[in-house]
């Protein structure tokens, strides 16, 4: 049988430890003590209308459903080494939220988190809005669906990564990454996707200056490019373009075929350098 916890205020060190089989409900976990890890190594929880302001609440847990709870900017590195986890509408807010778990999916949620998902696996996010400078650093298999991101350092060395109906702003976003999909989706920055292998975008508005260089197995499928000069730099790339391109500068290989290319470059290449530039 299950246990039942609600109206309930914790904050003491490792409160609910080890707590197993329990619904937590409209519990606050905070006070004067500030007892780290509340909820470390518990097993089959589900938490509904809680609210976090203790360090390392979900270390090691197992099975995991939370719903309309918040963790506040106080909550530190809430979510490390846990498995199995559901998070509905649901704000998180400290640094550091999600690291080295697995099988996580986040819907309808508010991020604010610095260092979000960091080498992690498995991890989805439906319905959301995110702040993180660094999102998802080392992680594989992630799944981003109508998604709303700002962040400055994204997606770097990751893999396995599948993004659609979603809102990029960041900056040297997909560096080093390998086999990445994103669909119909708005990726605005700069330098972005250097050094990646295996990217794939279709249908994409692509934003900012010097995108796609030293690419690996690039390819874009009916795209759209705006404010993009000295794109595909040392590139091997396939790339299909809808309307203008303000630059292309030294494409290794591959064809990339645009309505309009303002400029196109060669100039002083560090290595061969044959692709083929075709306007319509």
């Not at 807010?93 to 979000?116: M, W, Y």
């Not at 309307?243 to 494409?251: A, E, T, W």
């Not at 303002?262 to 692709?275: F, K, L, Q, S, T």
């Amino acid at each position: 049988m299950r246990q039942i916890i609600e109206n309930k205020q914790y904050d003491e060190e490792r409160a609910l430890y080890f707590s197993k089989d329990c619904d937590i409900r409209h519990c606050v976990f905070a006070g004067p003590a500030d007892g780290e890890s509340v909820l470390k190594e518990s097993r089959d929880i589900t938490l509904q209308d809680c609210s976090f302001s203790l360090r390392y609440p979900l270390w090691h847990v197992r099975g995991f459903v939370m719903g309309q709870s918040t963790m506040d900017e106080k909550t530190r590195a809430a979510i490390w080494y846990a498995d199995d986890g559901i998070i509905k509408n649901c704000t998180l807010n400290g640094i550091k939220a999600v690291r080295e778990c697995s099988h996580i999916q986040l819907e309808d949620c508010r991020i604010v988190s610095p260092e979000f998902g960091w080498k992690s696996n498995h991890i989805c996010l439906k319905d959301t809005e995110i702040e993180s400078e660094y999102i998802f650093l080392d992680s594989k298999n992630v799944k981003l669906d109508h998604v709303t991101m700002k962040g400055k350092y994204s997606f770097q060395y990751m893999e396995n990564l599948e993004i659609s109906n979603s809102v990029l702003d960041t900056k040297d976003a997909f560096w080093h990454s390998r086999n990445v999909t994103v669909e119909d989706s708005v990726v605005k920055g700069e330098d972005l996707a250097w050094f990646s292998n295996g990217l794939t975008l279709i249908n994409c508005k692509i934003i900012g200056t010097q995108p796609l260089c030293y690419c690996e197995n690039l390819k874009l499928v009916n795209c759209t490019m705006e404010n993009t000069d000295l794109s595909f730099e040392y590139s091997d790339v396939e790339a299909e373009i809808q309307g203008h391109i303000d630059s292309v500068k030294n494409p290794k290989s591959g064809t990339i075929i645009a309505d309009s290319v303002g400029d196109i470059i060669w100039e002083n290449p560090v290595m061969e350098c044959a692709g083929k530039v075709v306007v319509r």
